[in-house]
């Protein structure tokens, strides 16, 4: 069965960091594009991150840009998403998604969702 499984969440304060794994299995994932959105409270579904199955570019929104960081460790067919100087509007459900060709951020392009993981940052 194809899957993707996040891990890693919880509640931080701000300012402090957080990593989320997104693990894979019923395909290999370095065959695929890996990407984060995120909900949040009352906002639409948004990208966060992506990395490429082609080269292993690596994209960001503007919000996490310098704070986040995408990457992915074949040999446990799993993408991580490192964030650090969390902020309290960094607060959402966070999904992992995987689409066999292109890296993009937008949502309708992926083939494959995690459940999702909720991380909120607060005092």
């Known amino acids: 069965q194809v899957q993707l499984v996040e891990s890693g969440g919880g509640l931080v304060q701000p300012g402090g960091s957080l990593t989320l794994s997104c693990a894979a299995s019923?395909?290999?994932?370095?065959?695929?594009?890996i990407a984060w959105f995120r909900r949040a409270p009352g906002k639409e579904r948004e990208g966060v991150s992506c990395?490429?199955?082609?080269?292993?570019?690596?994209f960001y929104s503007d919000s996490v840009k310098g704070r986040f960081t995408i990457s992915r460790d074949n040999a446990k067919n799993t993408v991580y998403l490192q964030m650090n100087s969390l902020k309290p509007e960094d607060t959402a459900v966070y999904y992992c998604?995987?689409?066999?060709?292109?890296?993009?951020?937008?949502?309708?392009?992926?083939?494959?969702w995690g459940q999702g993981i909720e991380v909120t940052v607060s005092l």
């Open positions: 998604a995987a689409d066999a060709l292109v890296a993009t951020l937008l949502p309708y392009e992926y083939d494959y």
């Open positions: 019923g395909f290999t994932l370095n065959d695929y594009s």
């Open positions: 990395i490429s199955s082609f080269d292993g570019t690596t």
